[in-house]
């Protein structure tokens, strides 16, 4: 298995920026696709963006293309969401995950989760 642990949320003006990070441990995450998911209250949990065990290949939700950028550093077990020009729509919690396949959308498909980080955007 592989341990997540999301960082880098907290509060932030509409407009404004932040870069989750999500650190991983035990599995070796290079083996893994990893992604972001979000979940607002009352809402069911949805895809965010998904990058590759190594080529860097990216895919992203329609509603965060353009603004949001999926990253990772295999060396540093780490991987990062920069979210720039952030709207009171992206409040949420937001939850990295791990997966052996790629790409995938479905929450069903990862098989490892972090506790999730809190994102709130004010206007």
């Known amino acids: 298995q592989v341990q997540l642990v999301e960082s880098g949320g907290g509060w932030v003006q509409a407009g404004g920026s932040l870069r989750l990070s999500c650190a991983a441990s035990?599995?070796?995450?290079?083996?893994?696709?990893m992604g972001w998911f979000r979940q607002a209250p009352g809402k069911e949990r949805e895809f965010v963006a998904v990058?590759?065990?190594?080529?860097?290949?990216?895919y992203y939700a329609d509603s965060v293309k353009g603004r949001f950028t999926i990253s990772r550093d295999n060396a540093k077990n780490t991987a990062y969401l920069q979210m720039n020009s952030l709207n009171p729509e992206d409040t949420a919690a937001y939850y990295c995950?791990?997966?052996?396949?790629?790409?995938?959308?479905?929450?069903?498909?990862?098989?490892?989760w972090g506790q999730g980080t809190q994102v709130t955007v004010s206007s």
């Open positions: 995950a791990a997966s052996r396949y790629y790409p995938v959308v479905l929450t069903t498909s990862f098989d490892q």
């Open positions: 990058i590759s065990r190594s080529t860097g290949s990216t």
């Open positions: 035990g599995r070796t995450f290079s083996s893994n696709a």
